[in-house]
C-alpha cells in the first residue's frame, strides 16, 4: 500500500475485478468469479451489505419464481435477458439455497420466500463469498472510476484501488433511504453508454386531493382485483392506502403506467353483479342496496360505491339497468392516477444501461472492454414475485463467469 500526491492510499495490487455494489446482483458476480480462482473485491458504501434483500418480501426475501420467462420483464429489447436467465436458472438458485439448508415455502403464483427470514440469504452470499477468496469492503463510498490502458483504477472513501474489469452492480434510484443512488448511470454515461430514461416502478399510485375524499375512508380494505392497462392486466389483491391504491395488482401495473393514463379495474372479477344483485332484489326487497352490495365487495367499499354513485334505497325500486350501472361500475372502473409514489417507495427503477450496448451474454459493455454492468441498473426489470432478484442472480453470474 502506497499514497499518491492527495495522501489517498493506492494499492499496489491488480484485481481480476471490483465489483461495485454488494447487493445481490453484486454478490454473485464476486461469489461466481471467486470460484473460478479470481481475486475479486466488492465495494459497497453502505455499513451493511445487501440492505435491499433484508427488508425484501416482508423480511422474508422472494428470492425467485418457479415460473421464470421472458415475458415477465420489461426491456426495450425483450430478448436481451433471455440468455442470462437460461444459462442460470431458478433451478440453479434454489438448488444453492437447499444446498444452505434454508427451508422454503411458495407463497401464491410461484413466489419463494425463506421459512424464516431474510438473513439467511444474505449469510449464505456472504458465506460463499468469504469461502471462495472474495473480499467485500463497506464503507467505501466511489468516487471516481477511470480506465487507463488495460486496467481501471476504482477511488473510493478506502482508498485507490486497481482491477482489470469493473462491475457495476450499483442498482437503480428505487428507496434512497436506503442509500440509493443514480451513480451507476453516471459511470455508464462517463464511458459512452446510453442510458434510457428512469422511472419508479411497482410502485403505488396516488390520487388527486378530489379523487381521496372518497378513497381516504377506505384506506386499509382489500380486495381481490383484475388490474388492466391495454392488454396488459394482472389478478392480485388491491389495497385502498390514504395516498390512494396498493397491493400486488396495483405495483404489477404500475411497471406500465404513464402519466394521464386510465387503469381499468375490476373490482369483482369472479362474480355475475347483475345476477347477484336481481336475486337480492328478489329475495330480500326491502334489503338497502349498499347491503347488497356487501355481498359482493367488503361493507365499507359497498357504502363507499353506493354513496359515490348516487345509489340509495330498497331493492325492490332498482331496476334492471341500475344493476346494469353497479354492474359496469364494479367490473370496469376506470380511474386515472394522479401519479406514483416514485422512488421513496418503488421495489425497482424502470430503464437504465441501454441494453444495446451490453453484450447479453456476458454483460460487458460493447465498446469498453473490462467494464460490464448488471442487476437492476440495466434496462430488465421483473414483475412482482421474485423475478428481480432472477435477473440479479442470472446478469451476476453472466458476468462472474465472464471475467
Not at 440492505?51 to 422474508?60: A, Y
Request: glycine share 10%; with cysteine; charged share 20%.
Amino acid at each position: 500500500m502506497t499514497q499518491d500526491h492527495t495522501g489517498e492510499k493506492v494499492s499496489t495490487r491488480i484485481w481480476d475485478a471490483i465489483i461495485l455494489g454488494g447487493g445481490a446482483a453484486g454478490l454473485m458476480a464476486a461469489i461466481t468469479a471467486a470460484k473460478r480462482g479470481k481475486s475479486v473485491l466488492v465495494l459497497d458504501h453502505a455499513k451493511k451489505p445487501a440492505e435491499k434483500i433484508r427488508i425484501s418480501g416482508g423480511g422474508r426475501c422472494n428470492f425467485t419464481n418457479l415460473d421464470i420467462k421472458p415475458k415477465n420483464f420489461l426491456s426495450s429489447n425483450p430478448r436481451f435477458c433471455i440468455s442470462a436467465l437460461k444459462r442460470y436458472t431458478q433451478h440453479d438458485f434454489i438448488k444453492w439455497v437447499e444446498s444452505h439448508n434454508i427451508a422454503y415455502h411458495e407463497k401464491t403464483l410461484g413466489q419463494l420466500f425463506c421459512n424464516e427470514s431474510a438473513q439467511q440469504i444474505i449469510d449464505m452470499l456472504l458465506t460463499e463469498l468469504r469461502d471462495a477468496g472474495g473480499q467485500l469492503r463497506l464503507g467505501a463510498e466511489v468516487r471516481e472510476v477511470i480506465k487507463e490502458e488495460q486496467r481501471f483504477i476504482v477511488t473510493s472513501t478506502k482508498g485507490v484501488e486497481m482491477a482489470h474489469a469493473v462491475i457495476v452492480a450499483t442498482g437503480g434510484k428505487s428507496i434512497p433511504k436506503m442509500g440509493a443512488t443514480g451513480i451507476g448511470y453516471e459511470l455508464a454515461r462517463q464511458f459512452g453508454l446510453n442510458v434510457l430514461p428512469t422511472r419508479a416502478a411497482l410502485v403505488p399510485f396516488t390520487f388527486s386531493e378530489q379523487q381521496k375524499l372518497w378513497s381516504v375512508p377506505l384506506a386499509g380494505v382489500a380486495v381481490d382485483a383484475q388490474v388492466k392497462i391495454g392488454k396488459t392486466a394482472f389478478r392480485e389483491g388491491l389495497l385502498f392506502t390514504h395516498r390512494g391504491l396498493s397491493g400486488p395488482s396495483i405495483l404489477q401495473i404500475s411497471s406500465y403506467w404513464q402519466e394521464g393514463v386510465a387503469v381499468t379495474i375490476d373490482l369483482a372479477p369472479d362474480v355475475n353483479v347483475l345476477e347477484t344483485l336481481q336475486q337480492a332484489r328478489k329475495e330480500h326487497p326491502k334489503q338497502d342496496i349498499s347491503n347488497a352490495l356487501s355481498y359482493i365487495v367488503p361493507k365499507k367499499l359497498a357504502k363507499a360505491i353506493a354513496a359515490r354513485d348516487g345509489l340509495g334505497g330498497h331493492m325492490a325500486v332498482q331496476s334492471d339497468k341500475i344493476l346494469r350501472r353497479i354492474e359496469d361500475n364494479l367490473h370496469r372502473w376506470q380511474i386515472t392516477p394522479m401519479g406514483t409514489e416514485g422512488y421513496r417507495t418503488a421495489e425497482v427503477t424502470l430503464g437504465g444501461v441501454d441494453t444495446k450496448d451490453l453484450s447479453s451474454q456476458t454483460m460487458e459493455a460493447n465498446e469498453v472492454p473490462g467494464l460490464y454492468f448488471i442487476g437492476e441498473v440495466v434496462d430488465v426489470t421483473g414483475h412482482l414475485g421474485g423475478y428481480n432478484f432472477q435477473w440479479a442472480w442470472s446478469s451476476g453470474h453472466a458476468a462472474g463467469m465472464a471475467l
